[in-house]
């Protein structure tokens, strides 16, 4: 089993959420990755958002979820620990910094749990970004052992 913590950022324009495509285009997840051994959570967090998307200001992000996920890798079940901020950017254009990275604006009400990983996330996604309060930050467990992400 591995266990991996990563850190990832929500960020909601004009009824859209910023959302980064999977190798195949199957699903999206939301942007940021992994965070290293030596680093704290928020610093993960930035240096993706720098390498990934080139932003060097995410505002004051704010933790709005904690997701506990298992899925199933080739190599195994993975145990993630997933911390997901509320993050607010200027209004400028946002575009991949890596290659092999596909980035979209995604309407809201198409973000179900058939195209989001985590799928448990979804949900709360739209509500948040239609307004909604929710008690933060919210804890979440994702149980997806049947597909290979």
């Not at 991996?4 to 324009?13: G, I, K, M, S």
């Not at 209004?91 to 799928?119: Q, S």
Request: glycine share 8%; aromatic share 8%; proline share 7%.
């Amino acid at each position: 089993m591995l266990f991996r913590v990563t850190a990832r950022c929500l960020l909601l324009r004009d009824g859209h959420v910023l959302v980064q495509l999977s190798k195949h285009g199957d699903f999206y997840r939301l942007p940021g990755g992994r965070v290293r051994p030596e680093e704290t959570i928020l610093q993960g967090l930035q240096r993706e958002l720098r390498e990934e998307l080139g932003l060097d200001n995410i505002g004051d992000p704010e933790l709005v979820y904690i997701v506990e996920s298992f899925y199933r890798r080739r190599s195994g079940i993975v145990h993630e620990i997933g911390f997901y901020f509320l993050c607010r950017t200027p209004e400028k254009e946002i575009k991949p910094k890596e290659e092999h990275l596909r980035i979209k604006w995604v309407p809201l009400d198409d973000i179900t749990p058939d195209v989001l990983r985590p799928a448990v996330l979804a949900p709360y996604i739209r509500k948040l970004g239609n307004g909604g309060a929710i008690k933060k930050p919210l804890y979440l467990v994702n149980v997806d052992i049947e597909h290979d992400h």
